[in-house]
Nanobody, 117 residues
């Protein structure tokens, strides 16, 4: 059973940057998987942040992160990234990676991102 592992979270000051990584344990994120990043702040529902289609030919972003976040996949490294720049306090949340292929879906355990001065 494949599991997703997120890493790269931490605490940064407003305006700072972080790069989150999502890599599978016990499997391979091949081109058939569509990948999404989601986040959940305390007391709020989980929301979609960014996604990349299978084969990576299209990406999408929530309005709140457009122009600041970039999703990418490095198939050779079996990893999907979320580059987060110009971070704001409202970006504070637990960030989750999701992989979907046909009727199969996987979630990671999440990584905490805190933006605070």
């Amino acid at each position: 059973q494949m599991q997703l592992v997120e890493s790269g979270g931490g605490t940064v000051q407003p305006g700072g940057s972080l790069r989150l990584s999502c890599a599978p344990s016990g499997g391979f994120l091949d081109d058939y998987y569509a990948i999404g990043w989601f986040r959940q702040a305390p007391g709020k529902e989980r929301e979609g942040v960014s996604g990349i289609s299978s084969y990576g030919d299209s990406t999408n972003y929530a309005d709140s992160v457009k122009g600041r976040f970039t999703i990418s996949r490095a198939n050779a490294k079996n990893t999907v990234y979320l580059q987060m720049n110009s971070l704001k306090p409202e970006d504070t949340a637990v960030y989750y990676c999701n992989a979907r292929r046909s009727s199969t879906e996987y979630w990671g355990q999440g990584t905490q991102v805190t933006v605070s001065s």
